[in-house]
């Protein structure tokens, strides 16, 4: 079975990005900055050869990747395994107000305590590997000896990242995610293997990158 080529691509920025408040799966929109980012990492990708489209189902999401569907004449397949971690009651806040708050959970947070999971229905960093281990497996394997572009969240490259390096889910995190960068990754029935990561030529300025992924 040939490799499938994956260009893995963070949504733009948002307004939450910006205040370090914490989406999860609120739908939060782009903000002026995350829409310029989608519109150049469009035009970065409209020579690529590109088969399929895959983005979450959330806005921030899903109009990059249409940005990056209009340049290459391709339509968005929107898929909810891509979505970003969910972060149960605390999705809304800002870490320092967890912290001030919630501070068992907050140390939890910060240790990245495997089995641990945001109350009120967050997913445990387990249940995230679990879910876009499956999800991209999936949408890789349709597609052997192409070319697929995956427009998704901090923690769902943060865990593509992981999986393709073989680090745990709690290894201290020393690799960018920037808004609106471009990485590469190659998916076999053995894996994934990383070819390149957190290029941001396409953009004309310092792209911003959460200290976590949110």
């Known amino acids: 079975m040939e490799a499938t080529r994956i260009i893995a691509v963070r949504h733009g920025e948002t307004a939450w990005n910006v205040d370090a408040r914490i989406q999860g799966q609120l739908d939060i929109a782009l903000n002026d900055t995350g829409r310029w980012q989608a519109r150049r990492v469009g035009q970065a990708l409209c020579g690529e050869d590109l088969t399929a489209i895959y983005s979450s189902d959330l806005g921030r999401a899903h ?13 968005v397949i929107a898929h909810a395994g891509l979505r970003e971690r969910h972060f149960g009651m605390f999705e809304g806040k800002t870490f320092e107000e967890i912290q001030r708050n919630w501070p068992e959970h907050a140390l939890n947070w910060r240790k990245r305590i495997p089995e641990w999971a945001p109350p009120e229905g967050g997913e445990s960093l387990l249940q995230l590997r679990e879910r876009v281990g499956h999800t991209v497996n999936d949408l890789a394997s349709r597609h052997s000896g192409e070319q ?10 943060d865990t593509l990242y992981r999986i393709a390096t073989g680090q ?12 609106g960068a471009i990485n590469r990754l190659l998916w076999t029935p053995q894996g994934f ?18 200290s976590t992924s949110f």
């Open 193 to 210: 293997t990383l070819v390149g990561w957190s290029d941001t030529q396409h953009l004309e300025h310092a792209a911003f990158d959460e």
């Open 148 to 157: 697929i572009a995956i427009v998704a969240h901090g923690g769902v490259l």
């Open 63 to 75: 109009e990059t990747a249409q940005a990056i569907g209009e340049a290459a004449r391709i339509p």
């Open 168 to 179: 745990a889910v709690n290894s201290p995190r020393t690799w960018q995610l920037p808004n």
